[in-house]
């Protein structure tokens, strides 16, 4: 260890479940996937992270030997990294036993099913990203699509739930080390995933945008269409394992269609209007004047995006005279962004906000506020505030600017 880059960041791996559903008849990470076993195809997504990290694989006890050869292989120069451990009689037991082999360098730890076997690097960084950005737990939250009714126990349907409000939860899960193992040593029931035992030690934790492709397998119907995944990604030559860097080496460059963008928007205050600021309400404060909500964080951040992806800008795309955008939020403007990137063939790859102004005071809020433009965009977004010494419009406290930079790839 004391010559290896030392990683802040670790993936507890928990495979030790044992599959019943799956009906393989073994433990359901060592159930073949394509050529390879679901195991192994879930180190993948873990070993092609940007960040190095401690990885633990949490296993049945009678398979900690092969698991050990599965992790040679998967690792490659990254072995180092790598240790095996048995699981315990349940999934909090087995994550209790990784958490206790973590390195003393680690800060942040994600927890993740080994049966999300095609779960992409790129929703570990998110919520490593996010993780250590707000210092709150994350996990990955998909919409739910289906009509959700709630029942009794004959099966008598009670009430329909409003879906808006519920989201499908996912791995990798994020937390900050040391709160994570103080939830764990407090917790005194088991509860169904990490989130839900953070969170009852009475830590925040929040949702950042999930991915199709980190779906579980736990019944032969889940492996089968898994298994059309990796063929289809076989016939089209998309090789998505990671090339196994030297550990401290940089990964290769693969080559990305990455642009960039730039927004302003400034918008006066207006005493008799609500105040809408980086998509959050502000009680008792002065509003900002605009077609719109006057929100000029949420405003930026349309510009630079559609700017980095050459789609023109917000007054183009959502012009003033259109009377289906007055007094629209700021997360309408956001979403309708994101759909036409999607069209063109992008996604966000990350948004930095900067305000310049002498109200409100963003500091006690600027977490919530990055935690809902997070969810909004589905990329980290951070924001941070300024004034600017009592010179200008902003400095006299007539309004607000925002000025926002943003990242996008080719999808």
Not at 130 to 156: C, Q, S, Y
Request: aromatic letters at 6%; charged letters at 20%.
């Amino acid at each position: 260890m004391s010559e290896l880059p030392e990683p802040t960041v670790a993936v507890i791996v928990v495979a030790a479940g044992s599959g019943t559903r799956l009906g393989a008849g073994i433990a359901k990470a060592f159930v073949g996937l394509g050529d390879r076993t679901i195991l192994e195809s879930s180190l993948d997504g873990v070993f092609g992270m940007v960040e190095p990290a401690q990885v633990v694989l949490v296993v049945p006890a009678d398979r900690v030997g092969e698991a050990q050869t599965i992790a040679r292989g998967a690792a490659g120069r990254a072995v180092d990294y790598v240790s095996v451990v048995a699981g315990g009689d349940s999934r909090q037991e087995s994550v209790a036993r990784g958490l206790a082999t973590l390195w003393p360098s680690v800060r942040t730890v994600l927890v993740h099913d080994a049966a999300r076997a095609l779960t992409p690097s790129a929703l570990f960084d998110a919520v490593v990203a996010f993780v250590e950005r707000t210092g709150w737990g994350a996990v990955p939250g998909l919409a739910v699509a289906d009509t959700i009714k709630r029942i009794d126990d004959e099966g008598h349907v009670l009430e329909t739930v409003d879906r808006s409000t519920l989201a499908a939860v996912q791995t990798p899960q994020g937390f900050p080390r040391a709160a994570l193992i103080e939830a764990y040593r407090a917790a005194d029931r088991e509860y169904t995933d990490d989130a839900a035992l953070y969170a009852s030690a009475g830590h925040q934790v929040a949702t950042v945008p999930g991915e199709a492709l980190a779906f579980k397998i736990t019944t032969p119907w889940d492996a089968e269409r898994a298994e059309q995944v990796i063929a289809k990604r076989t016939a089209t030559g998309a090789d998505l394992k990671p090339s196994h860097p030297a550990p401290g080496a940089a990964a290769p460059a693969a080559p990305l269609d990455i642009r960039t963008g730039i927004g302003i928007d400034v918008h006066a205050f207006a005493a008799d209007a609500p105040l809408w600021l980086a998509g959050l309400h502000w009680p008792d404060q002065p509003g900002l004047s605009g077609h719109s909500d006057g929100d000029p964080v949420a405003h930026a951040i349309v510009d630079a995006l559609l700017s980095a992806a050459g789609l023109g800008d917000i007054g183009s795309v959502f012009g003033t005279d259109d009377p289906r955008f007055a007094g629209a939020h700021g997360e309408v403007f956001l979403a309708a962004c994101i759909e036409r990137l999607a069209e063109a063939g992008f996604v966000p790859v990350n948004v930095a906000v900067q305000i310049v102004g002498n109200r409100p005071r963003f500091s006690a809020r600027r977490l919530e506020a990055e935690a809902l433009l997070t969810g909004l965009v589905g990329a980290p977004v951070s924001v941070a505030a300024t004034t600017s010494d009592a010179l200008g419009f902003t400095g006299r406290g007539e309004g607000v600017t925002a000025v926002a930079t943003a990242l996008i790839r080719r999808s």
